[in-house]
């Protein structure tokens, strides 16, 4: 069995650290480059990186965070936010990523999933996708549509759809975020992670809403994820990566230790 990976998030915007809830209300809260260091050297399985608004503005990811960042982590690093292009894949891969993550431009021009996977493999293609709970409809029968750009844009796109979509374009992995739950520390979306993570084959990491190392175990048990993103719980010091990766050893999920 492959350990679980535990990753931690940082969204990024103009450069600084950033986090809201629901994908609202976001305030900085510190250095990106010196925060990923810091979890690279508990015990990090990897770092995502977003430029949150990067989209949004119509924009290119920022680079320059993106070497510094890569210049003081040596486990897998993701970045995304503003990549919309194979070109721009290519420019954070050469910057240090080992990554691409693709959310808002896949949606638009999904060629994008299948260009990058061809060019670079599809071990570096993650897509990311932005979820919220809406009405069960003829156009989103499970009850789950994709938000773009930030959760701004609903877009029409049944998740359960999109993932099958994805992963047969040659994405190498899902991130999978719910708005819903997204920075409430109340849990992950397991009914919405278990619904993904059952109907691709490639990995599923969940996102939005973990409040505890407990949460985290049941999205990788009961939700079936490959991974767990955590933001709130590191960032405001609840947790440290040793003592969430010791929690979720002693309930018995797989893990690379690091106490």
């Known amino acids: 069995m492959l350990s679980k990976r535990v990753i931690p998030c940082l969204d990024v915007r103009d450069g600084k650290l950033t986090k809201g809830v629901k994908f609202k209300g976001n305030i900085d809260i510190g250095d990106p480059v010196e925060t990923a260091r810091i979890y690279y050297e508990e015990g990090a399985d990897e770092i995502v990186f977003y430029d949150i608004t990067a989209s949004a503005e119509g924009r290119g990811i920022m680079l320059d965070v993106v070497d510094k960042v890569a210049s003081k982590i040596f ?29 808002s431009a896949a949606v638009k021009n999904p060629d994008i999933v299948s260009q ?32 773009i750009h930030g959760g701004r844009k609903f877009t029409g796109l049944d ?43 490639i990995p599923v990491i969940a996102s939005g809403g973990a409040g505890s190392p407990a949460h985290m175990a ?29 929690y979720l050893s002693g309930e018995g999920v797989k893990v690379r230790e690091v106490w």
Not at 75 to 92: C, L, N, Q, W
């Open 75 to 103: 486990i897998p690093f993701s970045v995304g936010g503003g990549i919309a292009t194979v070109e721009d894949m290519r420019a954070v891969l050469l910057a240090g990523a080992e990554k691409i993550s693709v959310n």
């Open 116 to 147: 990058g996977a061809a060019a670079f493999g599809s071990q570096c293609v993650v897509v990311g996708m932005d979820v919220k709970s809406v009405a069960v409809s003829d156009a989103v029968p499970s009850g789950y549509e994709i938000v």
């Open 159 to 201: 998740a359960l759809d999109w993932a099958k979509t994805i992963e047969a374009l040659g994405a190498g992995e899902i991130c999978l975020n719910s708005i819903d739950a997204d920075g409430t520390k109340e849990g992950y979306e397991l009914t919405l992670t278990r619904l993904i993570s059952d109907n691709v084959g």
């Open 218 to 246: 049941r999205a990788l048990t009961e939700g079936k994820a490959s991974a767990a993103l955590i933001a709130s719980i590191v960032h405001y010091g609840q947790y440290t990566i040793p003592q969430i990766k010791k």
